[in-house]
């Protein structure tokens, strides 16, 4: 008797269980679109040789924060037969920021347009999510975004929607998504980068190219 009460009671919780889970999936998509398909921003700006010559000073490296304006680097012309010495051009930043990478070293032989410095601003920087073709009518400027960087799993970031792209990924791609010419017609599911601001940093050090996971509250 006991077991006979049992086995329609488990069949029971089962179903309720079933059900609450599909409540809480349905529920929890009504409130929120989450996507793993996201990664940090941020505008890297070159400095450039102005001229060619001898990079005779270059006064930054890897890591160094610079104010706009700063020098950052000195390079004399060639003298080009001229029987006075050049005078030394100063290059300075464009902006205030964080030297990313300099792929020259002092004393060089440089040419107009050759990179010197490449530097952005980390308190700019944005989170690049693709969000379903199926999905993106309910994502809206200004809503609030929860985000959380793979390398700081442990810390939410808070931000919100900035920008919806007006043209889908497969836009900016070099290789076609599909081929339109045969037969063998495959629809494929688009995305549509979404720019999201970030509301400062945590103190973290987070830097342009990192993952990131998004939910965004659509309701």
Same mark, same amino acid.
């Given at each position: ?48 040789? $102005?001229? @060619?010559?001898? +990079?005779?000073? !270059? ?5 160094? #924060? *610079? &104010? /706009? ?41 440089? $040419?107009? @347009?050759?990179? +010197?410095?490449? !530097? ?5 920087? #944005? *989170? &690049? /999510? ?57 629809? *494929? ?31």
């Amino acid at each position: 008797m006991r077991r006979m009460i049992l086995v329609p009671l488990l069949i029971v919780l089962a179903v309720l269980a079933i059900a609450g889970g599909i409540f809480y999936y349905a529920y929890n998509s009504y409130l929120y679109y989450t996507t793993d398909d996201a990664q940090l921003s941020g505008t890297i700006v070159p400095v450039m040789a $102005t001229s @060619g010559g001898q +990079l005779t000073t !270059l006064s930054v490296k890897q890591g160094d #924060t *610079v &104010t /706009a304006g700063q020098a950052i680097a000195t390079i004399t012309p060639a003298s080009n037969g001229a029987t006075t010495t050049p005078s030394a051009i100063t290059l300075t930043s464009p902006i205030a920021g964080t030297i990313l990478q300099t792929p020259v070293v002092a004393g060089q032989a440089v $040419t107009p @347009g050759l990179p +010197l410095v490449e !530097l952005t601003d980390l308190n700019t920087l #944005t *989170v &690049t /999510a693709y969000v379903d073709e199926g999905s993106i009518n309910n994502v809206k400027t200004g809503q609030d975004v929860d985000i959380h960087v793979d390398a700081f799993s442990d810390t939410t970031f808070s931000g919100k929607v900035q920008q919806i792209v007006q043209a889908t990924a497969g836009s900016f791609s070099l290789l076609p998504t599909q081929d339109n010419a045969s037969g063998n017609f495959t629809k *494929v599911g688009q995305r549509i980068p979404v720019i999201i601001s970030l509301t400062g940093n945590s103190g973290k050090n987070i830097i342009p190219g990192m993952s990131a996971e998004v939910t965004i509250h659509i309701h």
